[in-house]
């Protein structure tokens, strides 16, 4: 593509597909915006995916806890009726609930020097996690945002409007294509300022001054292709027995300098702009552009490319020509699909599986590499996402939360959701979305726990890099509070966030039904019969007047027991 | 350990390996450490590992500041470079150096001989003469060199990412058996941490406040059940499958920990004085962990944990400096040597500075060039020791000529390490109590070195 125009053809394309289906999409009044939905992508009219059966209420489960933030007694009533390939169809078309829009008045009504808290995008995200349509695009921005990894916890800590945007432009893309993703996550001020390639300058050769090789470094290690050359199912190439480098560092600062010369976006195109934030009010929302004054022209090589030295500096040509390199590399279907199944799916998918998955990434059956959506039906309808697998994935803690929130209905008095950090772990969920420690995200892929069992098996479980003597017991703890007074803010002596247990209180006097219901929302499969059986002694125990004011009470009581029993035990936290 | 008795642990560990590693793990030690217990020490030793997560830039951090040599380092990093006069002096035998001005408490433990510097140390396979044999042959060097989340686990357990047993660990694989509560052989103040695992040793990760208990898990009713505890108790541990019991096995520990030690630190309480942080430092993450570690220690004589040896990890991260350095370093470095001469003085308040031996580490060193305001990934770096058994007010290892294309200079002023990780733990080890034969079974790689005691502890 000619140089300095990939988003602006972008832009075009999304004008042209406006104005192709008017008032469909909302017109795009500010050319220095990002796109307001994604650019249309050639797909398949019937894609080819595994048919199966109307699903049974657990399979449904299942499916809802790999493809949303829990299952709810109408959304388990709905894709029991429609099947999985139409509810994925509907999910595609259903419109993006957005942060953005939620944030901007209260920045807008900021006094100078002063911040947004932090809380404000935590409301938005438990809000959209219990409540929002759009269940699937919003559970794989989650997942987006645990593989590319900005954070709060930082240099971002008072960026709460960028992150409402950061987290929309995930969202915007779940459902399509990788390489405008990746073009987007790149040029995000958030991500500029996270890994620091934000106003970085060319080399200077009088004062020694290199590039900032962040970004180069990162954007090949987590992002794209990873550490070593892999088979399209996901395992290592070999030379010698070894696995083989897929860069090193000469590749990094030759890569480094197609990241120079990228500052805030808007239509400032002075040195000051490049500068300082302050010229540009909404720098912490609009795409980084290129300033040619501040791009290396000395020659770039990496990965087997070779640009030449320029006389004019090409800033958006040269970051073209490199995400197209990258966005092309074999790995990229194998590296990033094994990642989003271990988000979604199960930690240890068979190479087989992550096969399928890059086949799906390398082309979507109408020949387009990198269509999220084809990717996304390959993980979630592969027959090993379809059936249990043996080891399965721990739920990681944000996600216990939400399933605790949809599977009761939870609704919040404010109607804001107005739950702070859960950040703590020894009072909390040890965990709170988008407040990753680094950008190696809160858990590694290739966690290993020590001791024996997994290790010498080839096996990696990642979310139990946050599982410690501390955090079981915080969790324990927190869900206790939040399954008997609700969660978030306590206004009136009430908390926020509360569940309506009515529904299930119903089946109270049949601890049998009850917990056959409890297990059906929260984990798709039942305990074991020795756990049933202490669970339903226990529910038993707990005495249930016929009538009277305690009756209702006592109801709910033993819905609530229910929940914490279930919700304590490994075989609720292990998800298969 | 003798001969035979190392072989017998050896041969037990295999087998035991075969076990699911956590749930009998007091069981495995204390059965190992038969013979060992015999020879249990009277004295009690703990080391205490704080790794800056990110990189800390070493070329701030230790400076040359004679006038000569500070010259080359200011021109190789405009922007970045500190000026000479707010270089804290201490005292060395090779050249004039100098302290980030953020570190004026480490600067007086230095002055007081309770603090040594060991210069340019990292990860090496094998010594590496020079930038020019780097370069020119096939020397072995570590894996995924640059790389963070590589580095911190070669730092820590010798291997890249999905390593399993850290040096730390391994250590405590040798000298659990001289406590009598295994579990707490290892403690993380700071999460999950390789350095503290091994096949045999899970480190217990506790939260700064203390070990945390199961609510309502011993009331006599559970949301109106009377057998709702009960079953709380069980059911937190309850699953067969491979994650299932990982997590179960935590919740095990996280049981037994919580018996044993909540009333042991009730006895050293945060506001005893000897432990009370300052106003200052109250709300600092690191001053925290350390709290909690200076706790554990004032308590390890306690009946119901009765520990001997002890390893200790603590951290600090955010220290990825590619933009911001100057201020953000600055920020960190302060914390670090805040919270490290407060925890100096509670060793000195419970009596136990001379036993307990305090070090650094982190993910690698960074570039001397600057990219702007930042620094980007380098090797070798420059650590602290700090407590009463160091030799202290000296550098250790060899300081580096601070400039580019120096024989120490793999490129834009990445040091080439000229004293090994394996070296500063085997120090490390050694005063510990590991028994110079038993030094590989710690650190495979130290036969490739020279000098496995640096000579910066008294023994």
Not at chain 1, 221 to 227: A, D, E, R
Not at chain 1, 416 to 424: K, Q
């Given at each position: 593509m000619a140089p300095a125009g990939r988003l602006l053809s972008l832009l075009a394309a999304v004008l042209l597909a406006a104005c192709a289906t008017p008032g469909d999409a909302p017109p795009v009044s500010d050319p220095w915006a990002y796109p307001a939905r994604a650019a249309e992508i050639r797909r398949p009219r019937s894609p080819e995916q595994p048919r199966y059966a109307r699903p049974t209420p657990a399979e449904a489960s299942r499916f809802l806890q790999q493809a949303t933030f829990g299952a709810t007694p109408q959304t388990l009533v709905a894709l029991e009726k429609s099947g999985y390939a139409r509810w994925l169809d509907a999910q595609f078309r259903t419109p993006q609930t957005l942060f953005l829009p939620a944030i901007e008045p209260a920045h807008a009504a900021l006094e100078t020097g002063k911040n947004l808290r932090q809380d404000l995008f935590f409301a938005e995200f438990w809000k959209a996690s219990a409540t929002a349509p759009d269940q699937l695009r919003q559970r794989v921005a989650f997942a987006l945002s645990e593989i590319f990894v900005v954070s709060f916890d930082g240099s971002l800590s008072a960026r709460v409007r960028g992150m409402a945007s950061y987290w929309d432009m995930l969202g915007r893309n779940a459902f399509g294509d990788f390489r405008t993703f990746l073009e987007e996550v790149t040029r995000h001020p958030m991500m500029g300022t996270y890994l620091s390639h934000l106003k970085n300058r060319k080399e200077d050769p009088k004062s020694g001054r290199v590039p900032d090789e962040n970004y180069a470094r990162e954007i090949l290690?987590?992002?794209?292709?990873?550490?070593h050359e892999l088979n399209a199912d996901g395992s290592a190439k070999l030379r010698d027995g070894q696995p083989i480098e897929t860069y090193d560092l000469d590749d990094i600062t030759g890569l480094a300098k197609v990241f120079t010369g990228f500052s805030y976006g808007g239509p400032g195109t002075t040195d000051a702009h490049f500068n300082r934030q302050s010229e540009e009010p909404r720098w912490d929302i609009l795409p980084m552009k290129g300033y040619p004054k501040f791009h290396a022209t000395s020659e770039k090589r990496f990965l087997g490319v070779v640009i030449a030295p320029q006389k004019t500096a090409d800033p958006e040509g040269d970051l073209g020509i490199a995400l197209d390199r990258l966005f092309r590399h074999p790995n990229v279907g194998p590296f990033f699909g094994r990642q989003l199944i271990q988000r979604l799916v199960t930690s240890n998918p068979s190479p087989a599986y992550v096969a399928r998955v890059a086949r799906a990434f390398d082309d979507n059956g109408a020949g387009v590499r990198g269509d999220m959506q084809a990717v996304l039906r390959a993980v979630l309808l592969d027959p090993e996402a379809r059936t249990a697998t043996p080891a399965g994935k721990l739920r990681e803690p944000v996600l216990r939360l939400s399933q605790w929130m949809r599977a009761f209905g939870a609704r919040s008095q404010s109607g804001?959701?107005?739950?702070?950090?859960?950040?703590?772990p020894g009072n909390s969920l040890g965990q709170s979305p988008m407040r990753s420690p680094s950008v190696f995200n809160f858990f590694r892929p290739g966690f290993t726990p020590s001791g024996v069992a997994f290790g010498p098996r080839g096996l990696v479980a990642p979310e139990l890099q946050l599982v410690s003597e501390t955090s079981v017991a915080g969790y324990a703890n927190f869900m206790q509070t939040t399954i008997e007074a609700g969660v978030g803010r306590a206004e009136g002596g009430q908390r926020d966030v509360q569940a309506d247990y009515a529904p299930a209180a119903a089946l109270a006097d049949r601890p049998e039904a009850l917990l056959d219901q409890v297990e059906l929302l929260l984990m798709s499969q039942r305990l074991t019969p020795d756990a049933r059986t202490r669970v339903l002694d226990a529910i038993r125990a707990l005495p249930l007047p016929a009538s009277g004011p305690g009756a209702e009470r006592a109801r709910r009581e033993r819905v609530k027991l229910a929940t914490l029993l279930v919700m304590v035990s490994p075989e609720y936290l292990v998800q298969k | 350990m003798s001969q035979a008795s190392r072989r017998e642990f050896l041969r037990r560990a295999g087998a035991f390996g075969l076990l699911r590693a956590a749930a009998p793990l007091g069981l495995q030690l204390a059965g190992i450490g038969a013979a060992a217990a015999a020879t249990r020490p009277a004295d009690y030793r703990a080391i205490v590992c704080l790794f800056m997560y990110g990189a800390n830039d070493a070329h701030n951090t230790v400076v040359p500041r004679g006038e000569a040599q500070w010259r080359p380092y200011a021109d190789a990093r405009p922007g970045l470079a500190l000026p000479r006069e707010t270089l804290l002096p201490i005292a060395s035998t090779d050249a004039e150096l100098g302290l980030h001005p953020a570190l004026a408490p480490l600067q007086t433990l230095y002055a007081q001989q309770r603090a040594a510097v060991l210069a340019n140390v990292g990860p090496l396979m094998v010594p590496i003469r020079d930038a020019t044999e780097f370069r020119a042959t096939n020397v072995p060097r570590p894996p995924k060199l640059f790389s963070h989340n590589d580095q911190q686990a070669i730092w820590q357990a010798f291997s890249p990412e999905g390593a399993r047993a850290g040096w730390g660990g391994r250590i405590a694989d040798l000298l659990a058996a001289h406590n009598d509560a295994p579990l707490f052989t290892a403690i993380s103040a700071a999460g999950n941490a390789v350095f503290l695992a091994s096949e045999h040793t899970q480190p217990y990760q506790i939260g700064t406040g203390g070990a945390i208990g199961f609510n309502r898990s011993n009331a006599s009713s559970l949301f109106g059940s009377p057998q709702g505890a009960a079953a709380l108790r069980a059911q937190i541990a309850a699953g067969g499958g491979l994650m299932e019991g990982a997590y179960g096995d935590v919740v095990g520990r996280s049981v037994e920990a919580h018996a044993r030690l909540s009333a042991a630190l009730a006895k050293l309480p945060e506001s005893d004085p000897r432990v009370t942080l300052p106003p200052g430092l109250e709300k600092d993450g690191l001053a925290r962990q350390l709290r909690i570690v200076a706790r554990l220690i004032g308590v390890h004589d306690d009946a119901a944990i009765a520990q001997r040896r002890q390893v200790f990890f603590v951290s600090l991260g955010n220290f990825d400096t590619h933009d911001g350095q100057l201020a953000r370093q600055a920020g960190l470095l302060g914390s670090v040597a805040a919270s490290v001469a407060w925890f100096q003085g509670a060793m000195d308040a419970l009596g136990l500075s001379n036993q307990v031996t305090l070090f650094t580490a982190s993910d690698f060193g960074r570039t001397l060039l600057s990219n702007g305001d930042g620094t980007d990934h380098g090797w070798g770096g420059h650590h602290f020791i700090a407590g009463g058994a160091v030799r202290g007010g000296r550098v250790y290892g060899r300081f580096p000529e601070v400039a580019l294309n120096t024989a120490t200079d793999i490129g834009n002023g990445r040091l080439l390490p000229t004293t090994s990780v394996d070296e500063y733990a085997a120090t490390l080890a050694r005063w510990m109590g590991v028994a110079p034969a038993d030094l590989p079974l710690v650190l495979p790689n130290i036969g490739h070195f020279a000098q496995p005691d640096l000579g910066f502890l008294r023994a």
């Open positions: 290690q987590l992002f794209t292709i990873g550490l804001e959701f107005l739950i702070a950090s859960t950040d703590n | -």
